[in-house]
């Protein structure tokens, strides 16, 4: 028998439906572990996915926070990536995230779970500006 | 590890003078075990001839859908074994949220698409949802994983001794994505593929084809050489042929596959066209693996 883990097909194809979008993007697996990110979302973090690699949520929230309007890391138990794993539920909230270089960058986030006829696959989480009118890459609509 | 094809064509039945050779039957593999009892993968129209060639005794055998295209189930109500009521016919599919594998399969042989409702066939019918881990029928290890098509859709690997046979006829692995970029973790498929004995894959477009039918759920040649080639598999048999192929353009596609996987460093004895009524039997035909090209 094959000795590769695969990745769930409803992973995979989150995943190139993701690297096709310039809406910055988050996946997730139903670990809670951060599979991936599309280009869009590394230009946010000022880092970009292939030199980062697979993270746990733990890690991700010391690498880009995010911070809540206090400046103080908000629990991981709070991020909407992790409540819709979890959870198996969409969540939404809007955070301050922080770049490789220091920048602050304020972003409402949505995430969903990915549900399959086997259960919940992962999440995935679509970053936007929390600025009226601002593209996802920084664009005014 | 005994393999029958029995039906190699993809979407439509292509019955004529201009498709003899590779056959114009829908998909329907037939695999028989190293303890002689028979798997059915799929039941295009080719699974008529099948079960034609079944001796009329009381059997057990499985029935292994990768999904309910009609050029995957089309052949079932004219699968003699269905009409005997010594028969035992278990049939496994993709689950799906929406109804059951039964009911879902009801829809076509059901009025008004079938003069006989699943309710009266006279064999001994079952039907099961795949289970997500491994599951054995006979001396086989079966496994089935979803794939990239359109609607959910399986493929299938069996191992049984230390042959293994990799059934994905109808895949688009590399819908959104470069295949020789991806990690193997990553590509569709390949847990199923990865070092079999024997890959039945999707080959159903010329890559002049494929730009125009993105999406359409099936494989560019060069998408099913990379495949091949990623997952290291020993042989690989294209399947699936576009109904508007001719048997000509058929020998000039498989031409090309051979040059291209030798171009690569590969066996191109290695990479062959499907043809209806071929045999291939796993212990004689890969005695020693082939060489995988490199590039």
């Given at each position: 028998m094959p000795t590769s883990t695969q990745k769930p097909l409803e992973l995979i194809l989150a995943r190139n439906l993701m690297s096709a979008l310039s809406t910055p993007a988050f996946l997730v697996d139903e670990g809670g572990l951060l599979v991936f990110y599309n280009e869009a979302a590394g230009m946010l973090l000022g880092k970009p996915w292939e030199e980062l690699g697979t993270v746990g949520a733990q890690e991700w929230g010391a690498l880009f926070?995010?911070?809540?309007d206090g400046g103080e890391p908000i629990p991981y138990d709070d991020l909407p990536l992790v409540k819709a794993v979890r959870d198996d539920r969409p969540a939404h909230a809007e955070f301050e995230i922080r770049s490789t270089d220091g920048a602050g960058h304020r972003v409402e986030v949505s995430a969903f779970p990915i549900q399959t006829p086997h259960g919940s696959r992962g999440a995935i989480a679509v970053f936007w500006p929390a600025t009226d009118g601002a593209s996802p890459n920084g664009a005014s609509a | 590890m005994k393999v029958k094809l029995w039906g190699t064509r993809g979407s439509v039945p292509s019955p004529g003078p201009e498709t003899i050779r590779y056959g114009g039957n829908t998909s329907c593999v037939g695999v028989t075990l190293s303890d002689g009892s028979l798997l059915a993968l799929d039941a295009g129209t080719g699974i008529r001839n099948l079960g034609l060639s079944l001796p009329d005794e009381p059997s057990r055998l499985h029935l292994l859908l990768t999904h309910l295209h009609l050029d995957h189930i089309q052949g079932l109500v004219f699968f003699?074994?269905?009409?005997?009521?010594?028969t035992e016919i278990v049939i496994w599919g993709p689950a799906s949220p929406e109804a059951s594998l039964r009911d879902r399969i009801a829809r076509y042989i059901s009025a008004p698409l079938s003069p006989v409702e699943v309710r009266e066939l006279p064999c001994d019918v079952s039907f099961r949802s795949t289970p997500e881990s491994e599951w054995e029928i006979g001396p086989a290890r079966i496994r089935a994983a979803s794939v990239s098509h359109r609607g959910p859709t399986l493929g299938y690997r069996i191992d049984d001794g230390d042959r293994s046979l990799a059934y994905i006829?109808?895949?688009?692995?590399?819908l959104g994505a470069d295949l020789e970029k991806l990690e193997d973790e990553w590509i569709s498929g390949f847990g199923l593929a990865?070092?079999?004995?024997l890959l039945i894959h999707d080959?159903?477009?010329a890559d002049a084809e494929y730009p125009n039918h993105l999406g359409w759920g099936h494989s560019s040649l060069s998408h099913a050489l990379s495949f091949a080639r990623r997952t290291g598999v020993d042989r690989t048999v294209l399947f699936h042929?576009?109904?508007?192929?001719s048997d000509a353009q058929l020998d000039q596609l498989g031409e090309e596959a051979r040059e291209r996987w030798a171009a690569a460093?590969?066996?191109?004895?290695a990479i062959e066209l499907g043809v209806e009524g071929a045999e291939l039997d796993l212990r004689a035909a890969t005695p020693e693996p082939s060489p995988v090209p490199a590039v």
């Open positions: 926070g995010p911070f809540d | 003699a074994p269905c009409f005997r009521p010594q006829p109808d895949h688009e692995p590399a990865e070092g079999a004995s080959g159903q477009y042929h576009d109904p508007l192929h460093g590969g066996d191109p004895g």
